[in-house]
């Protein structure tokens, strides 16, 4: 899909929800005592990017008020209002926003939620219902990969999946999956890289101390000077929510630690 990858370590695998992953990304530290680490993150930029992409409405509007996706998308689902949303169905509605784009079967939402195949195949057709043009835009991509042979990220860069038209069923779903997802992976990838040249050229022109480290996934990794700390930011917050312009608001959430942990 275009993200960039490391190995050596392979900074993109380190787990962060687990104890042990913790620790290693605090191993993680700035140069000196004078610097800081800053983690500068797209905010579930994904899901931003398939509103944008499938200009469903009700996604649109729920990013353009500021409100919790999730909770939205609970609320849609569970058809219950917003402010009766509990949290074990705001984990369900994200299971199912994330699955959605990877293209998650009924099978595989009962697995990763351990609940029924009625109850994961109600959910996702409750939220096909509540978000149809989601829908519209996953069939005719995948339409449109079967004609083609590829997908485009919404820069124009493309990626072929010759297994579309597979005889295979196998191999035909798991390219389907990949037309879904690669277009919207990939809008996020080419986000990122256009992000990194942005923010490069303003900590040239700004002759600023800090530096560029690293991306992992939607996230820029930064070697921050202390005393550059208020007048950076703003910089690369700017750089980030503007490098690839969309009616769906982007956001930026950054962090500032002593380690990678603390910062992110």
Same mark, same amino acid.
């Given at each position: 899909?275009?993200?960039?990858?490391?190995?050596?370590?392979?900074?993109?695998?380190?787990?962060?929800?687990?104890?042990?992953?913790?620790?290693?990304?605090a191993a993680f530290?700035?140069?000196?005592?004078?610097?800081? +680490?800053?983690?500068?993150?797209?905010?579930?930029?994904? @899901? /931003?990017?398939? %509103? $944008?992409?499938?200009?469903?409405? *009700?996604?649109?509007?729920?990013?353009?008020?500021?409100?919790?996706i999730h909770t939205?998308?609970?609320?849609?689902?569970?058809?219950?209002?917003?402010?009766?949303?509990?949290?074990?169905?705001?984990?369900?509605?994200?299971?199912?926003?994330?699955?959605?784009?990877?293209?998650?079967?009924?099978?595989?939402?009962?697995?990763?939620?351990?609940?029924?195949?009625?109850?994961?195949?109600?959910?996702?057709s409750n939220y096909?219902?509540?978000?149809?043009?989601?829908?519209?835009?996953?069939?005719?991509?995948?339409?449109?990969?079967?004609?083609?042979?590829?997908?485009?990220?919404?820069?124009?860069?493309?990626?072929? +999946?010759?297994?579309?038209?597979?005889?295979?069923?196998? @191999? /035909?779903?798991? %390219? $389907?999956?990949?037309?879904?997802? *690669?277009?919207?992976?990939?809008?996020?990838?080419?986000?990122?890289?256009?992000?990194?040249?942005?923010?490069?050229?303003?900590?040239?022109?700004?002759?600023?101390?800090?530096?560029?480290?690293?991306?992992?996934?939607?996230?820029?990794?930064?070697?921050?000077?202390?005393?550059?700390?208020?007048?950076?930011?703003?910089?690369?917050?700017?750089?980030?929510?503007?490098?690839?312009?969309?009616?769906?608001?982007?956001?930026?959430?950054?962090?500032?630690?002593?380690?990678?942990?603390?910062?992110?």
């Open positions: 899909t275009g993200r960039m990858q490391s190995n050596d370590p392979n900074l993109q695998t380190i787990p962060i929800r687990k104890e042990r992953g913790r620790e290693i990304r530290v700035p140069r000196d005592e004078d610097y800081l +680490l800053l983690s500068a993150d797209y905010s579930q930029i994904e @899901l /931003r990017i398939m %509103a $944008e992409l499938s200009g469903d409405e *009700s996604m649109m509007e729920a990013f353009a008020s500021g409100t919790d939205v998308t609970a609320a849609k689902v569970f058809k219950v209002e917003t402010a009766d949303v509990t949290r074990e169905m705001r984990d369900k509605a994200k299971a199912v926003n994330f699955g959605i784009i990877y293209g998650i079967s009924a099978f595989g939402l009962q697995q990763r939620l351990n609940i029924s195949r009625d109850e994961a195949r109600s959910l996702i096909f219902e509540k978000y149809p043009r989601v829908r519209t835009y996953i069939d005719d991509t995948v339409a449109v990969a079967r004609t083609d042979g590829f997908v485009k990220t919404r820069t124009g860069r493309l990626r072929f +999946l010759r297994d579309i038209n597979s005889r295979n069923m196998t @191999l /035909r779903n798991a %390219a $389907e999956r990949l037309a879904m997802n *690669s277009p919207i992976q990939g809008t996020a990838a080419d986000m990122l890289k256009l992000a990194m040249i942005r923010v490069h050229r303003a900590l040239q022109t700004g002759n600023f101390r800090t530096k560029m480290l690293l991306t992992v996934h939607d996230e820029i990794v930064f070697d921050m000077h202390k005393s550059e700390q208020d007048a950076v930011i703003p910089v690369i917050e700017e750089c980030m929510k503007s490098a690839l312009p969309m009616k769906v608001p982007i956001v930026v959430e950054v962090g500032v630690g002593a380690n990678w942990l603390e910062a992110h």
